[in-house]
Structure formats: C-alpha cells, structure tokens
Nanobody, 126 residues
C-alpha cells in the first residue's frame, strides 16, 4: 500500500508560480512512477506530468511544457510539481498517483495508476 497526500495548492495571479508536493508513505516508493493529474470542473482528468522512477525521463503534456517541472526526492518519499507562468486554464484540482509498472508510454489514463492522493486545489486569477 502507498498513501499519497498532496499539498501546495492555492490561489495565484496569472503569471504566478506554485510548487505542489506529493508526500508518500509506504515502502519502496522509489519503485513507483508518479503521475500528476489535474481535473477542472466538467472536464476529464488529464495527465500533466509523469515522473519516472530511477532518474528516467519525465513526460509533460504539451500545454505545460516549458512551464512545469516535475521532480522527486526518494529519500523524502516526495514528488514535486513546480508550476510557473500559470494561467486561468491551469486552474484545477491536482492529484498525484503512483504506478508500479514499467511502461514505454506515458500512461495517460487514470486507470493505469494504482494509488491516488485526494488532491489539492489550484486557482489562477486573471
């Protein structure tokens, strides 16, 4: 079992920055890839970034490339999502999720992830 808790959400102005954290408990967290998803009201849950395990390449959805940076500190069992140049379109509930499987694709489907946090809300004012 892996328990995951997101934090760091809040209200920022357009162009601002936030850093989300995802703290995990449970053993062998380093064996999991972690996805950051977001879901705005009335929209489907969307994979924003997937942080691979073991220093692998991080995947980003096109809309956040160059603005968001995912990272992880396995010694702290924590994954981060640094978000900058935020726009109102980035406003959503953000979730982290863990996936134990090695994949050749970024696994954009929420059903491919085994463990989820409860989310943290991000709002961007115009």
């Amino acid at each position: 079992q892996v328990q995951m808790v997101e934090s760091g959400g809040g209200l920022v102005e357009t162009g601002g920055s936030l850093r989300l954290s995802c703290a995990a408990s449970g053993r062998t967290f380093s064996a999991y890839a972690v996805g950051w998803f977001r879901q705005a009201p009335g929209k489907e849950r969307e994979l924003v970034a997937r942080i691979a395990r073991g220093g692998g390449t991080t995947y980003y959805v096109d809309s956040v490339k160059g603005r968001f940076t995912g990272s992880r500190d396995d010694a702290k069992n924590t994954v981060y999502l640094q978000m900058s140049s935020l726009t109102p379109g980035d406003g959503a509930a953000y979730y982290c999720a863990a996936d134990s499987r090695v994949r050749s694709d970024p696994a954009p489907c929420p059903g491919e992830y085994e463990y989820w946090g409860r989310g943290t809300q991000v709002a961007v004012s115009s």
